[in-house]
């Protein structure tokens, strides 16, 4: 009984969401001692409103990751069919939130099956490709369809209604009342799918073996070139979803905004446990690192520093992750 | 024997030296009174060594197998200190030896900086064995991080003249930064092709494993390529900030593209083992040709990114296809000579 005991504390203590979810405890217990209105429902739900954008970002790279690659496009991407479809919800004057999800996700699919086209056909480097394709589709965005934002006043109302609508609302005793939004939902939805294409069918498979051995997956017969083909295409899926979100979020579209925030993405990732060297990581470590990630942005200042360090806590937060999964990684020693 | 030395650069970057005439004739004929002039040219020349000693960084790293992309950052974070130095410390009524003091030491601060940046980068990649892309991906955001802190995000200007002219002044015709650069250059050349390290380097980035049973510390390896590259954003950083007379955190973000881009255009393989510093040379001055060529066009910086991205996807396309023809040639000749053989 107590070996078995001591057996799975020293699983558990290979696993780095054991220590994330050690570390948000402790956060969370410190936060509420500093500030009363931290431990409340609904700081909650504003973080989950908040990060929801993030983390459907963060499971895309996390996908990439997982198959060895790198990507840095996915902002771009984002922005790219926040702004297109919101411009064609405009000038053609359809009210439908359906209609924006259906063209900013293909606007989406359409780029980013372009990363995955160059990286699997040519067999490029994946950094550096996307690091093209970044400035390369966020350039063409500005060059072709301008910089003017779209403000709260003439965004379709769709997307304004699709900001404020909840899953349940609580009353609170003045009348006033507060809820759970819908972004959650999309959240699930997209953990969801992810989680079945990797846990239950031949392509999640395929992604995997590709991150522990490309030469390998090819050899036993697994089509690596459409595999990372669907990879990086169902990347800019997600990053479809996330622009339609973060519109109805700030309820403002500037085509300026979004691209430089993949670096927090990544951080998340790397922070929940997956490597570039592919293969490894999960779901709940990539969520678990979004959620470390936004707790600790949107509550910079309760602890008493102000936003400058923000660039300095997501460069720390990499390092942690990436040397904490390195450390625990054993077989790699054997190298050098 | 001169002339062999030139005959070598000519025959290991044909492809590089057409594309850089070709680019030169046909802003020579289009643009001929603005381009082709002395004043152009200088400036130019001003221009290059700034992302040039980035860009060699990132070379290096690259020529192990590694990448660095914490050179800006690195740049951003020691041009600071030193700029920090020279507005903070100064009295008032300094005398001239006095400045040249202050300015020494700034400059023997940033270089510091920069080199214990890059060893940071070098133990992590070299001993914690962590990737090198996530490494300087979070190095990256660390470094500018420090900056925005000390800094508080505002700008830092106003430097002594003794330090002006680092970055603005000339030796006859030929602006100092380019003298630094080619003087670097040579320290660089010399590194790769005259000492145990460089053939160590470019070992380690072909098979690190091999070179690993071959007894070449690896470790240590890695920790003095990042030192080096560290040491060369210091450098490129006191160029910077003295050629703008500012300090600014995140200023020069949108050089880690053109780093990268002017990497693999100079032919360096972003796999490890391959590269020149002739051809990274040559790919700098067409890189900044093409450069002024849109400025003096008046591009928005928006139609610039689409040009950087773009050829950098094209070249990386083309390396791409050319190595594997020559794979599929060498193939073929391997095939014939066994069956030559088994005849």
């Known amino acids: ?336 | 024997m001169k002339y062999g030395v030139l005959k070598n650069i000519y025959q290991e970057n044909r492809t590089l030296i057409f594309l850089l005439t070709t680019v030169f004739v046909l802003l020579s004929i289009f643009l001929p009174s603005r381009f082709l002039s002395l004043l152009n040219f200088q400036s130019m020349a001003t221009q290059i060594p700034e992302f040039g000693l980035l860009a060699t960084g990132v070379m290096l790293a690259m020529l192990m197998g590694g990448i660095d992309l914490s050179v800006v950052s690195i740049a951003n974070l020691s041009g600071i200190i030193a700029a920090l130095i020279m507005t903070r410390l100064i009295p008032e009524n300094a005398l001239g030896g006095q400045i040249g003091f202050f300015v020494f030491t700034a400059i023997i601060a940033a270089l510091g900086a920069a080199i214990l940046c890059g060893l940071i980068n070098g133990v992590i990649v070299g001993y914690l064995r962590v990737n090198p892309i996530i490494t300087t991906i979070g190095t990256m955001s660390l470094f500018m991080g420090v900056g925005i802190i000390i800094t508080s995000s505002r700008g830092i200007i106003g430097f002594p003249d003794a330090f002006l002219f680092i970055g603005n002044g000339y030796v006859l015709i030929f602006p100092f930064p380019l003298i630094i650069f080619v003087a670097m250059m040579f320290f660089v050349t010399i590194i790769l092709n005259r000492t145990k390290f460089g053939m160590h380097a470019r070992m380690i980035g072909t098979n690190q494993r091999a070179a690993y049973f071959a007894n070449i510390n690896v470790r240590l390896s890695f920790v003095k390529v990042y030192l080096l590259s560290g040491f060369l954003s210091g450098i490129s950083s006191l160029i910077m900030i003295s050629r703008v007379n500012s300090a600014k955190s995140g200023y020069g973000e949108s050089y880690l593209l053109e780093t990268i881009l002017v990497v693999i255009l100079g032919g360096i393989d972003p796999r490890g083992g391959y590269g020149k510093i002739s051809g990274l040379i040559i790919a700098l001055i067409t890189l900044q040709f093409l450069k002024s060529g849109s400025n003096i066009l008046n591009f928005t910086p928006f139609i610039k990114n689409i040009i950087s991205g773009s050829l950098l996807v094209i070249v990386m396309i083309i390396n791409s296809i050319s190595a594997n023809r020559i794979s599929k040639s060498e193939m073929k000749k391997r095939q014939q000579k066994a069956a030559g053989i088994i005849r």
Not at chain 1, 269 to 282: D, E, M, P, Q, R
């Open chain 1, 1 to 336: 009984m107590d070996n078995k005991l001591t057996q799975y504390f020293k699983r558990i203590s290979k696993k780095t969401e054991s220590y994330l979810i050690l570390f948000l405890i402790f956060y969370i217990l410190l936060m509420s001692f500093v500030s009363d209105s931290f431990l409340t429902l609904i700081n909650f739900f504003d973080l989950g409103k908040n990060a929801s954008g993030m983390a459907i970002l963060a499971l895309g790279a996390f996908v990439v990751l997982l198959s060895g690659g790198i990507d840095l496009s996915f902002t771009a991407i984002a922005v790219s069919g926040q702004y297109i479809s919101a411009k064609i919800l405009l000038s053609v004057g359809v009210d439908n939130l359906l209609f924006a999800f259906a063209l900013s996700c293909s606007i989406g699919i359409f780029l980013g099956f372009i990363n995955g086209y160059l990286i699997s056909r040519f067999k490029l480097q994946t950094l550096i490709t996307t690091l093209g394709t970044l400035s390369v589709f966020h350039g063409a965005l500005l060059t072709i369809f301008g910089t003017a934002p779209i403000n709260a006043s003439q965004l379709p109302q769709c997307i304004i209604e699709f900001g404020k609508a909840t899953i349940f609302r609580i009353v609170r005793e003045d009348g006033s009342s507060y809820g759970l939004s819908v972004f959650v939902l999309f959240v699930i939805g997209v953990v969801i799918l992810t989680w079945f294409i990797l846990r239950f069918t031949m392509l999640g498979r395929g992604i995997y073996v590709i991150g522990g051995n490309e030469e390998a997956a090819r050899r036993t017969g697994f089509n690596v070139d459409s595999i990372k083909l669907f990879i990086y295409s169902y990347v800019g899926f997600l990053a479809g979803i996330m622009g339609v979100i973060n519109g109805a979020l700030i309820r403002f579209i500037d085509p300026t905004e979004i691209v430089g925030r993949e670096i927090n993405v990544i951080a998340a990732v790397v922070l929940g446990g997956a490597s570039i060297t592919g293969g490894k990581g999960s779901i709940l470590g990539t969520l678990l690192g979004v959620f470390i990630i936004s707790i600790l942005n949107d509550n910079l200042v309760l602890i008493g520093l102000s936003s400058f360090w923000q660039r300095f806590f997501v460069g720390v937060i990499i390092l942690a992750g990436a040397i904490l999964t390195a450390v625990q990684s054993e077989e790699k020693k054997l190298i050098r």
